[in-house]
């Protein structure tokens, strides 16, 4: 959608459609937060929380009360600016990513699309570090300090990998673009499908989006056991809790990326999605429309929320599994394991590009 | 090929946690309860709060012998025994508990008054809530409260555990006739 028209109604609509679109992925926190409790509890042969409302289903309300009742404490010593600062350095770019995230095949399903959206979100997911180092450092603890280094360094061998997967993804469908990239999929097949070793980026990609969001079997940075809590050691009430919700919220972000860039977005059987036609000149013919309304907008919504939450349960399935790694394991594993693996898939995929060439 | 493919390991364990996830929700894997509507069994030999027997007639089986507070490594059964009365008679032998008290916070619950009664009338039974419910009219406020006296322990005829070893032989010769010969 290229509208740049900035009359009055437009502005409304994106105004409804930010909102919007920021309270459903706000109100995906205390699902998650509802969901990691019963999940892990199903793995760990218990129960859950089945007290507060049906199923339990309340607990993250009475969570989120128990957090904002505590007194909110700022240790002395502390560097105050950069230490108020940093919860909301973790929740801010959290949410911008959502921003340019295609959520369903019509445009009012997503609040603008950048031409280089891929990048955006790329950008705002390596800010989520500046927010634990600073959190660290200026928290004046040792634990939380330990936590913030080992966040660094986490992010600067996983990153790597990332990106290096991230390519493959661009070179196949030579668009930086999340609209383009999911419409592509929807009208040749998931990426994931589309060359033969795409399913290694794809694990990089999932791999990696683990040690980005800093869960286990990657949470070094705030390592129970090891460090008291890491980074946020020294925070309380609200500030934890805005920390917390950072935590979910990026977790829903790079699921629904995961999902844009190579399990097809929205796209599934029943959504009758026409792309855009131009004509030799470039000028548009007829915009992209999805035959049938919005109810199959809405059905394509719902695929991507299927997709998004299959993502979040395989990740609280690996956390219920896997121990955590040790430090030196997991620079091992980031620097000579996921940049050769992913290097080298690059290579594969531009031999099949070349190689199947009329496909592309 | 688990040990020789990267990745193998963990492929298996997850496929083991998820087996065990299904496990929890749709069969029988799951280990915890519900515990205040739902308790899990105590096993046949069980050391709760005690109770004290009665015979069928309803007759207290205790005879007043102290051999309890004898045995009590934490001096925590107190045994005050008096005569019958031949018309009225509260035990079948010569002498019966005039009091018989047991402090539950000096209690370790070791089950010797059990192993030392010689009419079987102090026995450890299920109960392991010692503490406030809804139910059980005790105030826990004060240290007094804990000494429990015969009333309290006092059941009903027929109403006592069940002999420990005769019933766990029962059980397994149910699930198998020819135990005893094996054994």
């Given at each position: 959608?290229?509208?740049?028209?900035?009359?009055?109604?437009?502005?409304?609509?994106m105004?409804?459609?930010?909102?919007?679109?920021?309270?459903?992925?706000?109100?995906?926190?205390?699902?998650?937060i509802?969901m990691e409790?019963?999940?892990?509890?199903?793995?760990?042969?218990?129960?859950?929380p089945?007290?507060?409302?049906?199923f339990?289903?309340?607990?993250?309300?009475?969570?989120?009360?128990?957090?904002?009742?505590?007194?909110?404490?700022?240790?002395?010593?502390?560097?105050?600016?950069?230490?108020?600062?940093?919860?909301?350095?973790?929740?801010?770019?959290?949410?911008?990513?959502?921003?340019?995230?295609?959520?369903g095949?019509?445009?009012?399903?997503?609040?603008?699309?950048?031409?280089?959206?891929?990048?955006?979100?790329?950008?705002?997911a390596?800010?989520?570090?500046?927010a634990?180092?600073?959190?660290?450092?200026?928290?004046?603890?040792?634990?939380?300090?330990?936590?913030?280094?080992?966040s660094?360094?986490?992010?600067?061998?996983?990153?790597?990998g990332?990106?290096?997967?991230?390519?493959?993804?661009?070179m196949?469908?030579g668009?930086?673009?999340?609209?383009?990239?999911?419409?592509?999929?929807?009208?040749?097949?998931?990426?994931?499908?589309?060359?033969?070793?795409?399913?290694?980026?794809?694990?990089?990609?999932?791999?990696?989006?683990?040690?980005?969001?800093?869960?286990?079997?990657?949470?070094?940075?705030?390592?129970?056991?090891?460090?008291?809590?890491?980074?946020?050691?020294?925070?309380?009430?609200?500030?934890?809790?805005?920390f917390?919700m950072?935590?979910?919220?990026?977790?829903v972000?790079f699921?629904?990326?995961?999902?844009?860039?190579?399990?097809?977005?929205?796209?599934?059987?029943?959504v009758?999605?026409?792309?855009?036609?131009?004509?030799?000149?470039?000028?548009?013919?007829?915009?992209?429309?999805?035959?049938?309304?919005?109810?199959?907008?809405?059905?394509?919504?719902?695929?991507?929320?299927?997709?998004?939450?299959?993502?979040?349960?395989?990740?609280?399935?690996?956390?219920?599994?896997?121990?955590?790694?040790?430090?030196?394991?997991?620079?091992?594993?980031?620097w000579k394991?996921?940049?050769?693996?992913?290097?080298a898939?690059?290579?594969l995929?531009?031999?099949f590009?070349?190689?199947?060439?009329?496909?592309? | 090929?688990?040990?020789?493919?990267?990745?193998?390991?963990?492929?298996?364990?997850?496929?083991?946690?998820?087996?065990?996830?299904?496990?929890?929700?749709?069969?029988?894997?799951?280990?915890?309860?519900?515990?205040?509507?739902?308790?899990?069994?105590?096993?046949?030999?069980?050391?709760?709060?005690?109770?004290?027997?009665?015979?069928?007639?309803?007759?207290?089986?205790?005879?007043?012998c102290?051999?309890?507070?004898?045995?009590?490594p934490a001096?925590?059964?107190?045994?005050?025994?008096?005569?019958?009365?031949?018309?009225?008679?509260?035990?079948?032998?010569?002498r019966?508990?005039?009091?018989?008290e047991?402090?539950?916070?000096?209690?370790?619950?070791?089950?010797?008054?059990?192993?030392?009664?010689?009419?079987?009338?102090v026995?450890?039974?299920?109960?392991?809530?010692?503490?406030?419910?809804?139910?059980?009219?005790?105030?826990?406020?004060?240290?007094?409260?804990?000494?429990?006296?015969?009333?309290?322990?006092?059941?009903?005829?027929?109403?006592?555990?069940?002999?420990?070893?005769?019933?766990?032989?029962?059980?397994?010769?149910?699930?198998?006739?020819?135990?005893?010969r094996?054994?």
């Amino acid at each position: 959608m290229g509208e740049t028209s900035f009359d009055l109604m437009s502005l409304f609509w994106m105004l409804v459609r930010i909102i919007a679109i920021f309270a459903g992925v706000m109100t995906m926190v205390p699902i998650l937060i509802w969901m990691e409790r019963k999940v892990v509890a199903m793995f760990q042969f218990r129960i859950g929380p089945n007290r507060l409302g049906p199923f339990g289903a309340m607990q993250p309300l009475a969570d989120a009360l128990k957090l904002i009742m505590k007194e909110d404490i700022t240790p002395a010593g502390v560097d105050r600016f950069i230490y108020f600062l940093a919860p909301l350095l973790a929740m801010v770019p959290a949410l911008l990513a959502a921003a340019v995230i295609p959520f369903g095949p019509a445009s009012w399903t997503r609040i603008t699309d950048l031409n280089h959206s891929v990048l955006y979100t790329f950008l705002l997911a390596s800010l989520g570090v500046y927010a634990i180092t600073l959190a660290g450092w200026a928290s004046n603890n040792k634990y939380s300090l330990m936590g913030a280094l080992r966040s660094a360094a986490q992010m600067i061998s996983y990153e790597l990998g990332m990106g290096l997967s991230l390519i493959t993804v661009v070179m196949l469908t030579g668009t930086f673009s999340l609209r383009e990239i999911v419409e592509q999929q929807h009208l040749l097949g998931w990426n994931v499908f589309r060359a033969p070793t795409m399913f290694i980026a794809f694990l990089v990609f999932f791999i990696a989006g683990i040690a980005e969001t800093n869960r286990a079997p990657f949470d070094l940075a705030e390592a129970e056991t090891e460090l008291v809590a890491g980074f946020h050691t020294e925070y309380s009430s609200f500030k934890f809790a805005m920390f917390f919700m950072a935590e979910y919220v990026n977790m829903v972000i790079f699921s629904a990326i995961a999902t844009t860039l190579f399990m097809g977005g929205w796209s599934g059987p029943g959504v009758n999605f026409q792309p855009a036609a131009y004509d030799a000149a470039g000028a548009l013919v007829t915009p992209a429309t999805v035959v049938g309304g919005w109810p199959f907008v809405l059905l394509g919504v719902f695929y991507f929320v299927a997709k998004i939450f299959f993502f979040l349960f395989t990740y609280m399935w690996i956390r219920a599994t896997l121990p955590r790694f040790r430090y030196d394991q997991l620079m091992n594993f980031g620097w000579k394991r996921l940049v050769p693996i992913s290097l080298a898939n690059i290579f594969l995929v531009a031999m099949f590009i070349a190689w199947r060439r009329d496909w592309f | 090929m688990a040990k020789t493919v990267p990745g193998m390991g963990i492929i298996k364990g997850m496929g083991r946690t998820l087996k065990h996830a299904l496990g929890t929700t749709f069969g029988k894997e799951q280990i915890t309860v519900s515990y205040p509507e739902q308790e899990k069994p105590r096993p046949h030999r069980f050391r709760g709060r005690h109770i004290l027997n009665r015979y069928e007639n309803g007759l207290e089986k205790c005879i007043g012998c102290s051999l309890c507070a004898a045995a009590c490594p934490a001096e925590a059964i107190w045994v005050e025994a008096a005569e019958n009365d031949p018309e009225n008679r509260v035990s079948p032998g010569e002498r019966y508990a005039a009091r018989y008290e047991i402090n539950m916070l000096r209690c370790i619950f070791c089950g010797y008054c059990e192993e030392a009664c010689p009419t079987g009338a102090v026995q450890l039974g299920y109960d392991y809530k010692m503490v406030d419910q809804q139910d059980v009219q005790q105030d826990w406020s004060s240290r007094d409260n804990f000494i429990f006296v015969k009333e309290q322990m006092l059941v009903e005829p027929g109403q006592g555990k069940p002999d420990p070893l005769s019933q766990a032989l029962d059980e397994r010769l149910k699930q198998n006739p020819n135990h005893d010969r094996v054994w």
